[in-house]
Nanobody
């Protein structure tokens, strides 16, 4: 089992910045890919960004150039630096990881609210 705890959400004005953090505990040696997802009211959960154990990253087109994902494998943490925030970035942001051989297992954090005001 892997437990994930997010922090860093809050209220910010459009154009501002926030930094989200995710801390993993438990069987962290089994973690492979880590990622951030978000879910806005009335919408499906969507991918924001992922990062592999080796540091390869992938971003949704909507956040490219504004968000930066990073991880520290030694500390079992992952971050999402969000700049130039837009009202449409408002959502609950979830930390996610795939673990085990063949990424068999998937774990989620409880989510953290990000609200961007106009």
């Amino acid at each position: 089992q892997v437990q994930l705890v997010e922090s860093g959400g809050g209220l910010v004005q459009a154009g501002g910045s926030l930094r989200l953090s995710c801390r993993a505990s438990g069987k962290t040696f089994s973690i492979n890919v880590m990622g951030w997802y978000r879910q806005a009211p009335g919408k499906q959960r969507e991918l924001v960004a992922t990062i592999s154990k080796g540091g390869s990253t992938n971003y949704a087109d909507s956040v490219k150039g504004r968000f930066t994902i990073s991880r520290d494998n030694a500390k079992n943490t992952m971050s999402l630096q969000m700049n130039s925030l837009k009202v449409e970035d408002t959502a609950v942001y979830y930390c996610e990881t795939k673990a085990g051989l063949g990424n068999t297992y998937e774990f989620w954090g409880q989510g953290t609210q990000v609200t961007v005001s106009s």
